[in-house]
C-alpha cells in the first residue's frame, strides 16, 4: 500500500553548503503552503572538519525545523560522502550517484530547486552543473529553478552582489515577501553563529534586499547555459581565488555523468 507520503507531490531543494537556505527561504515556505513535501539535501559538509560540520548541521537544520520542514526529510549528504567545503568539484560522481539514489525513492517530484549559475562559489556553479545533467532523462527541464545567493557581476575587488539574479540566466520569476516574513528571515540568518565572519558581510545586503525589495526570486534552467561563463569579467571565485573558470568547466566536461 502507498504510504501518505508517496501520494504528496515532492519539492526538492538541493544546497551546497548549510546556510544556502537562506536564499530561497520564501519558496520553501510556498512550496509547504502549497501541500507539498519538502526535502533539503546539503552536498558538503560545509567545513574542512568535522567539529565544524557538526556546528553547521545543527544550524540548518534548526533554521529549516523553524521554517517546518520535516527533520527525516532533511539530509546531509556531504557527511555522509566526505564531501568538505570547496570540494564538490573533486567529488563530482558521489554527489551526482547520491543524488540519482535519492530521487529513485522520491515517487512524485514537482519542482526541484538549486543554486544559480552565477560564479559566486564553485561549489554552487558545480551543484548547479551536475543536477541540470543528471536530470535530463527523468525531470522536465521546466521544473528546475535556480537561486541566486552570490555573485560578482559588474563589481571590483573585494565586492560582490546578494540575492541578485543575473540578467544571462533568463527571465525572473519575482514573488513579494510580506513584511512578517522578511522580519523572520532575517532572524533565520542570524542563526548560523558558525559563519559569524561570513554573515559579516551578508548579513547587510540581505537587510537592504528585505527592505528596499523583499522579493523572493527565481530563474529557469538551461543546460546550455554551464557551457559559457556565467557573466563577463572575472568571477567572483577567480577574484577571491577559490578556483579558476578553466578548472570548473574542466572538470565539469571530463565528468562522465554514469552510474
Same mark, same amino acid.
Given at each position: ?7 504528496? +507531490?515532492? +519539492? ?13 527561504? &520564501? ?22 572538519? =568535522?567539529? !565544524? ?6 544550524? +540548518?537544520?534548526?533554521?529549516?525545523? $523553524?521554517?517546518?520542514?520535516?527533520? $527525516? ?13 570547496? $570540494? ?21 517530484? &514537482?519542482?526541484?530547486?538549486? =543554486?544559480? %549559475? ?29 537561486? #541566486? ?14 540575492? +541578485? ?8 520569476? #519575482? @514573488?513579494?515577501?510580506? %513584511? *512578517?516574513?522578511?522580519?523572520?528571515? !532575517? ?5 548560523? =553563529? ?20 523583499? !522579493? ?7 543546460? &546550455?547555459?554551464?557551457? #559559457? ?15 579558476? %573558470?578553466?578548472?570548473? /568547466?574542466? @572538470?565539469?566536461? *571530463? %565528468?562522465?555523468? /554514469?552510474?
Amino acid at each position: 500500500m502507498p504510504t501518505e507520503n508517496d501520494l504528496l +507531490s515532492t +519539492s526538492i531543494f538541493l544546497f551546497a553548503h548549510q546556510d544556502d537556505e537562506f536564499g530561497i527561504f &520564501q519558496k520553501i515556505l510556498d512550496e509547504l503552503e502549497a501541500g507539498n513535501l519538502v526535502c533539503c539535501a546539503y552536498l558538503t559538509n560545509g567545513a574542512l572538519g =568535522p567539529d !565544524l560540520a557538526n556546528r553547521r548541521n545543527r544550524e +540548518s537544520l534548526t533554521v529549516l525545523l $523553524k521554517l517546518g520542514v520535516d527533520v $527525516k526529510n532533511i539530509f546531509f549528504a556531504g557527511d555522509i560522502l566526505g564531501i568538505s567545503d570547496s $570540494k564538490l568539484l573533486e567529488h563530482l560522481d558521489l554527489a551526482s550517484n547520491w543524488i540519482r539514489n535519492w530521487w529513485s525513492r522520491i515517487p512524485r517530484i &514537482q519542482s526541484v530547486y538549486i =543554486p544559480a %549559475w552565477e560564479g559566486g562559489h564553485p561549489d554552487h556553479d558545480a551543484l548547479h552543473a551536475i543536477t541540470l545533467r543528471i536530470a535530463q532523462d527523468n525531470i522536465d527541464p521546466s521544473r528546475i529553478q535556480q537561486f #541566486s545567493l552570490y555573485n560578482g557581476y559588474q563589481c571590483s575587488g573585494p565586492l560582490f552582489r546578494v540575492l +541578485s539574479p543575473l540578467p544571462n540566466n533568463g527571465p525572473t520569476n #519575482s @514573488r513579494p515577501i510580506a %513584511w *512578517n516574513n522578511r522580519l523572520k528571515f !532575517l532572524s533565520y540568518c542570524l542563526q548560523y =553563529p558558525s559563519q559569524r565572519k561570513t554573515w559579516i558581510g551578508l548579513f547587510p545586503f540581505v537587510l537592504m534586499h528585505y527592505i528596499f525589495y523583499g !522579493l523572493q526570486a527565481t530563474q529557469p534552467t538551461n543546460i &546550455q547555459r554551464i557551457r #559559457s561563463r556565467p557573466h563577463s569579467g572575472l568571477l567572483y571565485y577567480e577574484r577571491r581565488g577559490f578556483c579558476t %573558470w578553466d578548472n570548473l /568547466t574542466t @572538470r565539469i566536461n *571530463n %565528468w562522465n555523468n /554514469t552510474v
